[in-house]
DNA sequence: TCTTATTGTAACCATAAAGGTTACAATAAA
DNA sequence: TTTATTGTAACCTTTATGGTTACAATAAGA
């Protein structure tokens, strides 16, 4: 299992909204231009995004805006907006377990606060990951872009 | 997208393995029982095992046996030796974001590391939990089913 | 040696998810 | 009224999961 590229692409069209919001209008084929794929694609996932309230989207005119503070979004709000995951479950349990069976019928109490425990710790990661972050990161290469650019001129 | 059932399946077999050593010959078929699913389910399973190391089979005479002390055998063992993730990478990055774009270009820049950094606390965590720890989480449960068995029968 | 039990493996199958495409109604603004 | 755009339906292909039947290879016991 992979956490699908739909993650990826999320964090993406957060990077250009901001990156662009000033020069450009955010349409779904502006994002499937610098993502590379086709804009249905990104119209499903801004759907999702939108739906989990993280952009606000105007039909008929256009365009794609992030609808919180940069620090109040964070990798595990856009994981579970994109993430289609049953029951919230990281991972997926056998369904019937032989209760005949002394282990079997114990297989839960065993094991299912352990996994608990694993998931715990994937999302709290995410939890600390947010936007801002990734913005910050994002003006700084863009930024020594433009420093290497300036010296070749120069 | 879930962990595949194949992990929680392999750590119940084994558990069934240590739990039954002694009293049982520990074949496809018994596990099977025990899991409650087809055998070659556990012998595909039982196979990614034996190819990590982690278990030993003998054709013909049959069963199943730990390859190694309990201690030594983690979640992330079993994690890696039953689930295929592509290049070993948690996360599935879109394939050709535009390097026309500023963004498009940096991405990976911007979020290798990040998606790196959730990768390790998962697999820190799968790793911080043994099977000597599972195995003693079995035999509690099972000891206390007898105990209330017995005080039944008193 | 013959029989039996068992593993390893091939060859299928069904279902679901991911990723993709075309097409178009609904909508908003120029 | 025209145009651009979103939301959405209806497809498609590919891959992974989970499952099944069948059988050759193997090992051990009768």
Redesign the interface.
């Known amino acids: 299992?992979?956490?699908?590229?739909r993650?990826?692409?999320a964090?993406?069209i957060f990077?250009?909204i901001d990156?662009?919001k000033d020069n450009y209008k955010i349409t779904s084929d502006f994002l499937a231009?610098?993502?590379?794929?086709n804009p249905v694609i990104i119209r499903k996932i801004v759907l999702q995004l939108r739906n989990a309230g993280l952009v606000e989207t105007q039909r008929g005119s256009g365009g794609v805006t992030i609808a919180k503070a940069l620090k109040d979004i964070n990798?595990l709000d856009i994981y579970n907006a994109v993430?289609c995951?049953?029951k919230g479950?990281?991972?997926?349990?056998?369904?019937?377990?032989?209760c005949q069976?002394?282990?079997?019928r114990?297989?839960h109490?065993?094991?299912d606060s352990?996994?608990e425990?694993?998931q715990n710790?994937?999302e709290?990661?995410?939890k600390q990951?947010t936007l801002a972050?990734?913005i910050k990161?994002?003006q700084y290469?863009?930024s020594e872009?433009n420093k290497n650019k300036n010296n070749a001129i120069s």
Chains 1, 2 share one sequence.
């Open positions: 299992m992979q956490i699908s590229s993650f990826t692409i964090v993406h990077a250009c990156t662009f231009s610098s993502v590379n794929v990798f993430e995951i049953e479950k990281l991972f997926h349990f056998h369904e019937n377990p032989n069976c002394p282990v079997g114990n297989i109490n065993i094991l352990k996994l425990q694993v710790a994937l709290n990661e995410l990951i972050e990734i990161e994002t290469y863009i872009e």
